[in-house]
């Protein structure tokens, strides 16, 4: 029989992997506990599957205890679920990538378990993750007998592991801001300084879509080094502080980013003329 889980905060992740684990039979689910008993129930519905509540009280034990709470939640929902005796042999893990297994240390003194899961990608439409979430990519971390329940399990749902060092979580999770976040941004800025060069917001996005995209195509090809081309790479300096001059008279935030990115780029563009990875 499949072991039981609890969910403690559902927010996108919680969902989608609760759905996940239910459809493919990995956990049996049991409580959903979330902060009011609307959203619980909205999370239970989207899993199909569990009981929700709003009462920490009414939390039957399980097995298996996912806390996909925001990430300064973690230890103090943890504490809490300890001091309750409901992990003391249980496996508990978090879904963060900020945060190291160690969050869960109440647990652990009470008996559990515990390990860190973290899915590398975007939950911002759960629907449409649970439905093409074979093969995503997942860090983990943890103790190696909670990691021995979770990783065959996540391999059930499609997930791709790789292990990670704790130590450097904060490290590895602001590498996924670089990778999407700060992407967006930097997307942001050149869709804002074409439009500011008379080109229509439409049409600006059209004009940076092949660029954005076939440079993507290349660092995933040739590496960073390999696909880096324009200005910096070429050592054209004059250029590059006509660019800055000119951002800096229509948007000090923007020449701001702009500046902020010559030192790294001109570090990639060494490691692209030495032929370096």
């Known amino acids: 029989m499949a072991s039981g889980l609890n969910i403690v905060g559902a927010g996108h992740v919680g969902r ?35 009981r929700a509540l709003a009462q920490a009280a009414d939390l039957r034990p399980a097995q298996v205890w996912m806390l996909a709470v925001g990430d300064d939640q973690i230890a103090p929902v943890c504490a809490a679920l300890a001091a309750s005796g409901l992990l003391e042999g249980a496996t508990v893990f978090h879904c963060s990538g900020a945060k190291a297994s160690t969050e869960l240390q109440a647990a652990s003194e009470a008996g559990a378990r515990v390990a860190s899961v973290h899915p590398v990608r975007s939950f911002a439409d759960p629907a449409a993750v649970a439905a093409a979430f074979d093969g995503t990519w997942c860090g983990v971390e943890g103790d190696p007998d909670a990691l021995a329940l979770l990783s065959p399990a996540c391999e059930a749902i499609g997930a791709r592991l790789v292990t990670i060092d704790a130590a450097a979580k904060t490290v590895y999770h602001a590498a996924s801001v670089f990778a999407s976040n700060y992407l967006v941004t930097v997307l942001d800025a050149a869709l804002r300084a074409y439009v500011a060069a008379g080109v229509p917001p439409t049409v600006a996005r059209e004009l940076a879509r092949p660029l954005a995209s076939e440079t993507l195509a290349n660092v995933f090809k040739l590496g960073a080094p390999g696909a880096l081309s324009g200005p910096i790479a070429r050592g054209d300096v004059a250029t590059v502080a006509r660019q800055h001059a000119a951002l800096q008279d ?3 935030p923007t020449a701001a980013l702009y500046a902020a990115l010559v030192d790294a780029t001109t570090a990639l563009a060494e490691r692209k003329r030495s032929g370096a990875a």
């Not at 493919?24 to 999370?43: E, K, M, N, Y």
């Open 16 to 50: 989608v992997l609760g759905r996940l684990f239910h459809q493919h039979g990995v956990f049996t689910l049991q409580d959903v506990l979330t902060r009011s008993i609307a959203s619980a129930q909205d999370a239970v519905a989207f899993i199909g599957a569990g």
């Open 250 to 252: 229509w948007d000090a």
